[in-house]
């Protein structure tokens, strides 16, 4: 099946790797990401130029130069896991489809969410945040731009029912939802009572930002000799 042959297309290369499928649960995309899949898409999520424009950046075809300088000044960082951040970050600010980020608290959420705005079609809309605690149905919503949620694994069920009416406007509106999460979120929400639907419409695009500490060499000092 198609995991088993993700499987062995990553133990002999890292070329990129988009799981296609028409019936997309969470599970699945969970199994798809943990086993190297660098995208999970069904086949209702995404409009053909969205896949295109994806299987187009992922390999790498007309990189976004300027969008990757603009990228190196706000995310500091030579090691490979940045740069494969910001190319995460440069290969989804195209798309209108929701995006979730992934980082431990003071790890940069906010930035790599102000990166998508920034580097979208919606640049001149507003940037509108919300913490996921207060965010309800009662909340005025921008017209168009973009729509931040913060720590979405504290949303609550009537704060979910917001944001699933929220996804649904935001396909006739110029609008799009980015949330984020200090922990992996798709895992975790399936057994927290969360909306399955939900959870596989915000998990599809994931940018996991690594830890700081993993991002800083720390070599032991130079001791002189006695």
């Known amino acids: 099946d198609g995991l088993e042959l993700l499987g062995r297309i990553r133990g002999e290369s890292d070329v990129p790797v988009i799981v296609f499928t028409a ?6 995309a969970v199994s798809a990401l943990k086993s190297g899949a660098d995208e999970f898409v069904s086949s209702e999520q995404l409009e053909p130029e969205e896949i295109v424009e994806l299987a187009r950046r992922l390999c790498g075809g007309e990189e976004p130069s300027s969008e990757l300088e603009q990228l190196q000044e706000r995310l500091v960082g030579k090691s490979a896991e940045m740069e494969q951040v910001r190319q995460r970050i ?10 979730l980020i992934e980082a431990e608290d003071g790890s940069g959420r906010r930035t790599v969410a102000r990166a998508i705005h920034d580097l979208g079609p919606r640049f001149e809309g507003e940037c509108k945040e919300y913490e996921a ?23 609550t069920e ?25 922990m992996p979120f798709a895992h975790w929400a399936t057994g927290h009572g969360f909306q399955p639907d939900l959870v596989q419409e915000l998990a599809r695009f994931t940018i996991r930002i690594p830890p700081l500490l993993s991002l800083i060499h720390i070599s032991e000092p130079t001791r002189p000799r006695l």
């Not at 440069?90 to 995006?99: I, Y």
């Not at 921008?142 to 504290?154: D, L, Q």
């Open 23 to 28: 019936y997309g649960t969470v599970d699945a």
């Open 90 to 99: 440069a290969g989804v600010a195209s798309l209108s489809t929701p995006v």
């Open 133 to 155: 605690t207060t965010f309800s149905a009662n909340r005025r919503i921008p017209r168009s731009g973009t729509v931040y949620i913060r720590n979405i694994e504290e949303l």
């Open 158 to 182: 009537r704060g979910q029912k917001a944001l699933a009416d929220l996804l649904v406007a935001s396909a006739h509106k110029d609008l799009r939802v980015l949330v984020s999460s200090a």
